[in-house]
């Protein structure tokens, strides 16, 4: 059974800090490209960050570009994404998603972890 496990959110002030953990069990972790995908209230889900299974980041938002970094551990089966200069905006529940290198659909998701940024 695959798991993916969200962890690191919570309530931080504009400017500041916050890692967000994603620990994947149940599956060949190695072969999978991650990536974080965020939505805010009355919007739709964004992709945030990618990942490949190299270890390589694929993506980043616009939005994000210069303030976040996605990052992984394949001996910890663990993909991070570390995210500074916080704005309001950031605000929206986070999750973790999982595909094959050889797919493009994202098949695994976690349960995601809220951020709430505050002004």
């Known amino acids: 059974q695959v798991q993916l496990v969200e962890s690191g959110g919570g309530l931080v002030q504009a400017g500041g800090s916050l890692r967000l953990s994603c620990a994947a069990s149940g599956l060949t972790f190695s072969s999978y490209t991650m990536g974080w995908f965020r939505q805010a209230p009355g919007k739709e889900r964004e992709l945030v960050a990618v990942?490949?299974?190299?270890?390589?980041?694929?993506y980043s938002a616009d939005s994000v570009k210069g303030r976040f970094t996605i990052s992984r551990d394949n001996a910890k089966n663990t993909v991070y994404l570390q995210m500074n200069s916080l704005k309001p905006e950031d605000t929206a529940v986070y999750y973790c998603a999982a595909r094959h290198y050889t797919r493009t659909t994202y098949y695994y998701w976690g349960q995601g972890t809220q951020v709430t940024v505050s002004s």
């Open positions: 990942i490949n299974w190299k270890g390589v980041s694929t």
